[in-house]
Nanobody
Framework: QVQLVESGGGLVQAGGSLRLSCAAS????????VGWFRQAPGKEREFVAA????????YYADSVKGRFTISRDDVKNTVYLEMNSLKPEDTAVYYC???????????????WGQGTQVNVSS
């Protein structure tokens, strides 16, 4: 089993930045890829970004490309999502996920965190 705990959410003004963290514990050696998703009120959960566990490959949704960066820290077993130039439409609960069994951009991940709220004011 793998446990994921997100942190770093909060309230920020449009144009500002936040860095989300996802700390992984348990059988982390079994993880090969991780992803970030988000869910806004009344909307479906959507893909934001993903990377291989070694960080060599990264993938982004078009809506965040050039503004968000996914990265990880080997020592801390932590995945980060650096979010810059935030917009009100980025407001959502952000979830970390690990070990996909389908497409990286789908919701088919074996492990999910509890989510962290991000609010961007205009």
């Amino acid at each position: 089993q793998v446990q994921l705990v997100e942190s770093g959410g909060g309230l920020v003004q449009a144009g500002g930045s936040l860095r989300l963290s996802c700390a992984a514990s348990g059988r982390t050696f079994s993880i090969n890829r991780v992803g970030w998703f988000r869910q806004a009120p009344g909307k479906e959960r959507e893909f934001v970004a993903a990377c291989t566990w070694n960080g060599e490959r990264t993938y982004y949704a078009d809506s965040v490309k050039g503004r968000f960066t996914i990265s990880r820290d080997d020592v801390k077993n932590t995945v980060y999502l650096e979010m810059n130039s935030l917009k009100p439409e980025d407001t959502a609960v952000y979830y970390c996920a690990a070990d996909p069994y389908g497409s990286l951009t789908s919701l088919r991940y074996n492990y999910w965190g509890q989510g962290t709220q991000v609010n961007v004011s205009s």
